[in-house]
T-cell receptor
Framework: DTGVSQDPRHKITKRGQNVTFRCDPI?????LYWYRQTLGQGPEFLTY????????KSRLLSDRFSAERPKGSFSTLEIQRTEQGDSAMYLC????????????FGPGTRLLVL | DAKTTQPTSMDCAEGRAANLPCNHS???????VYWYRQIHSQGPQYIIH???NNETNEMASLIITEDRKSSTLILPHATLRDTAVYYC?????????????FGGGTRLMVKP
């Protein structure tokens, strides 16, 4: 257990529905990252926050995806109008942001879109 | 960030040392070598990182060649629980956030 928690651990939804995932980072960590991992592939970066500011977004993050970290603590990742191609493991990681940075990952949320 | 090359898979006998190689021939002077592993259906787990010198912690040792173009992660006494995909990642650290770029990794199978 790294201290990063994610909820829910599993989510099954129908195509077209909206889903929201939550990540609680290690309490003193000011950076929070979201990654996506499809079957058989390594994780791919989606976006990251420094405190409450979203500083970088991958081109993988389409308009249907939105992430927030309103108080610089927990973060949410919402997917609107889900598609079958959104089925993946969504991973959250946090770090202190000091050199050299080490990111600690949560257990992930596995999404299945039917 | 420099690209890494790792074998797709490796086997190791339980109790023996597992030596996982990584080539990073285009590494720059300010890039660190990081190792993570991912046990099935779990999030990636940080193992170790280094810049120039060899490093050791409670999980593993990291040996970086003098020219820094390759490195080896050593698990001194592999157990069945070390069966996982091991990722070698090379990245520069600056004060801006840096995502980790995962390649295919090495699938290590520890056998009884």
């Amino acid at each position: 257990d790294t201290g990063v928690s994610q909820d829910p651990r599993h989510k099954i939804t129908k195509r077209g529905q909206n889903v929201t995932f939550r990540c609680d980072p290690i309490s003193e960590h000011n950076r929070l990252y979201w990654y996506r991992q499809t079957l058989g592939q390594g994780p791919e970066f989606l976006t990251y926050f420094q405190n409450e500011a979203q500083l970088e977004k991958s081109r993988l993050l389409s308009d249907r995806f939105s992430a927030e970290r309103p108080k610089g603590s927990f973060s949410t990742l919402e997917i609107q109008r889900t598609e079958q191609g959104d089925s993946a493991m969504y991973l959250c990681a946090s770090s202190k942001g000091r050199a050299p940075e080490t990111q600690y990952f949560g257990p992930g949320t596995r999404l299945l879109v039917l | 960030d420099a690209k890494t090359t790792q074998p797709t898979s490796m086997d190791c006998a339980e109790g023996r040392a597992a030596n996982l190689p990584c080539n990073h021939s285009t590494i720059s002077g300010n890039e660190y070598v990081y190792w993570y592993r991912q046990i099935h259906s779990q999030g990636p787990q940080y193992i170790i990182h280094g810049l120039k010198n060899n490093e050791t912690n409670e999980m593993a040792s990291l040996i970086i060649t003098e020219d820094r173009k390759s490195s080896t992660l050593i698990l001194p006494h592999a157990t069945l629980r070390d069966t996982a995909v091991y990722y070698c990642i090379v990245r520069v650290f600056n004060n801006a956030g840096n995502m980790l770029t995962f390649g295919g990794g090495t699938r290590l199978m520890v056998k009884p």
